[in-house]
């Protein structure tokens, strides 16, 4: 499953996926991963959530994103819920050209039983209409 929370920049998006990472520790079965570009936030999520500031590992686009993540399922099947923080700025892409990420990613999901939540600078009017349906 993929899901989206979206909004305008200083709009909660960031307090509300802590929140929602935070609550799957205690309502998930796997591993909770929080992933954001920095270390930031590494204190506000709760220990068991493991953090990973992605931001260390040169990404730069869309593609190289989707990899980073079947590296990660692939090596602990015991995943089940990720959260990611500025995921536009993480891949460095305007929402339009992640059409191709967004279809892979829902595969993966899919296929490892992992569910993704991703936060994005994104208005509803000027998103794609292939990104809306994952809006929450």
């Given at each position: ?21 935070n ?62 923080d ?13 059409e ?30 292939f ?6």
């Amino acid at each position: 499953m993929i899901q989206v929370v979206h909004g305008k920049k200083g709009s909660g998006k960031t307090k509300r996926i802590i929140d929602m990472a935070n609550n799957a520790v205690k309502e998930q079965n796997g591993i909770v991963v929080f992933i954001d570009d920095d270390n930031r936030y590494m204190f506000d999520v709760q220990q068991p959530v493991r953090f990973v500031n992605a931001g260390e590992y040169g990404m730069s686009s869309p593609e190289m994103f989707y990899g980073f993540l079947c590296g990660m399922a692939s090596q602990n099947f015991d995943i089940s819920y990720v959260v990611i923080d500025a995921f536009l700025k993480l891949v460095n892409a305007q929402p339009e050209q992640t059409e191709w990420f967004f279809e892979h990613l829902k595969g993966l999901a899919e296929r490892s039983n992992i569910t993704f939540v991703l936060s994005l600078s994104a208005d509803d009017a000027e998103a794609p209409e292939f990104m809306k349906k994952y809006f929450i």
